[in-house]
């Protein structure tokens, strides 16, 4: 009895991404660790240690459960903000692709606010919410909106109209339509806005948390800077590279996986490699 299609694609998908990631991460880690520890040596800098000494550290951080705590109190703000931005900025993205009224509202506010820098938001927002998470989750939020909202209006304009009208004349209405049809439909290109919002939620995470520095990684960064222990600035400096390469490539088989039918995914993924 053959396995169900799905599974077959599942695997497939899969074993591809686990291939040529691995392979460039390798390349990677043997090219920065090889120039690291040639420009530590050379300079002689007491605050740049050498990658091994960065390495050591790394069992200390992983063991310790305060900065563990950090660490998850800082993904959990940035996933917080990440799902506002998609519950946010894909419906309105998608509306504003198939309406001309919403388009002309909200337009005129996203060029505005795309080439603004959103940490500098962030001493407007610790002034009106605090230091605490809210304001940190509100920043990564409105700096993640502005990729899923350009991709999800890509992707919605250009659905084919043959769609539309056929929902149409089966009765569906404006809301039916956008979630049933123009959604499915634009659901690769908004796959790519989510692939790169969820790297830039990261940047955004730590930047807030380096300018209201009470809790999370930004604040454990600089606490060690501030005391000294310059390996272990480092060493949190590679756990956030580890991260941000982890969650880029979970994202990557996620996005093959829903769109693995998609022609624009296939292209993508030929362009990628």
């Known amino acids: 009895m053959s396995r169900p299609s799905s599974y077959r694609v599942a695997v497939q998908v899969c074993c591809e991404a686990f291939q040529r990631p691995l392979a460039a991460l390798a390349a990677v880690v043997v090219l920065l660790g090889a120039a690291w520890s040639l420009a530590s ?26 900065a563990l705590w950090a660490i998850l109190q800082s993904l959990a703000r940035m996933f917080a903000g990440y799902a506002w931005a998609l519950v946010c900025a894909v419906p309105l993205g998608l509306a504003m692709a198939r309406s001309r009224l919403i388009y002309d509202i909200f337009y005129p506010l996203v060029t505005l606010a795309y080439p603004m820098p959103k940490a500098a938001l ?3 927002l610790m002034l009106w919410f605090g230091l605490g998470s809210f304001s940190k989750i509100l920043v990564i939020a409105l700096g993640v909106s502005l990729p899923l909202l350009y991709h999800s209006y890509q992707g919605a304009h250009r659905v084919e109209e043959k769609l539309v009208w056929a929902a149409r004349a089966m009765g569906m209405g404006p809301v039916a339509r956008l979630f049933k049809v123009v959604l499915p439909a634009a659901l690769p290109e908004i796959l790519i806005g989510c692939r790169v919002g969820i790297v830039m939620a990261l940047i955004i995470m730590v930047s807030s948390e380096m300018i209201a520095r009470q809790e999370g990684v930004g604040n454990l960064l600089f606490t060690s800077m501030d005391m000294a ?17 982890v969650l880029d490539w979970l994202f990557e088989i996620i996005r093959r996986l829903l769109t693995h039918w998609s022609d624009s995914a296939t292209a993508s993924d030929k362009a990628l490699e």
């Open 41 to 66: 040596s050379w300079l002689g800098f007491s605050s740049f240690p050498g990658p091994w000494e960065a390495i050591r550290e790394l069992p200390a951080i992983v063991l310790d459960p305060s």
């Open 122 to 124: 962030m001493p407007i």
């Open 229 to 245: 222990q310059y390996a272990t600035v480092y060493t949190v400096i590679l756990v956030l590279a580890v991260l941000g390469f």
